[in-house]
């Protein structure tokens, strides 16, 4: 049984910072990509960043250069770290990993609020 859990969110203001983190426990060997997407209201499911095993990433347009994806293959855990956050950040962010195996899992969510 694999399971994520997110971790981070909350309120912050405008320009400030948050880190997400997703922990993956259950039977698992290693992570091949690790995805962050995000949902805000009224609007479709986004990925904000892919991280895969190689090394190479993507972001959308709308986070680079203030988002950044990462990884501890020895802890299996994956990051967002966020930073001059604004409004239109606000969203449900959820973790999504591809294991080796295959297998793809999603975490619950965690809300992150920026407040003007």
């Known amino acids: 049984q694999v399971q994520l859990v997110e971790s981070g969110g909350g309120l912050v203001q405008a320009g400030g910072s948050l880190r997400l983190s997703c922990t993956v426990s259950?039977?698992?060997?290693?992570?091949?990509?690790v995805n962050w997407y995000r949902q805000a209201p009224g609007k479709q499911r986004e990925l904000v960043a892919r991280?895969?095993?190689?090394?190479?990433?993507n972001y959308a347009d709308s986070v680079k250069g203030r988002f950044t994806i990462s990884r501890d293959n020895a802890k299996n855990m994956a990051y967002l770290q966020m930073n001059g956050l604004k409004p239109e950040d606000t969203a449900v962010y959820y973790c999504?990993?591809?294991?080796?195996?295959?297998?793809?899992?999603w975490g619950q969510g965690t809300q992150v609020t920026v407040s003007s």
């Open positions: 259950g039977s698992i060997f290693s992570i091949n990509t």
């Open positions: 999504n990993v591809v294991l080796f195996s295959f297998g793809n899992y």
């Open positions: 991280l895969t095993s190689g090394g190479n990433t």
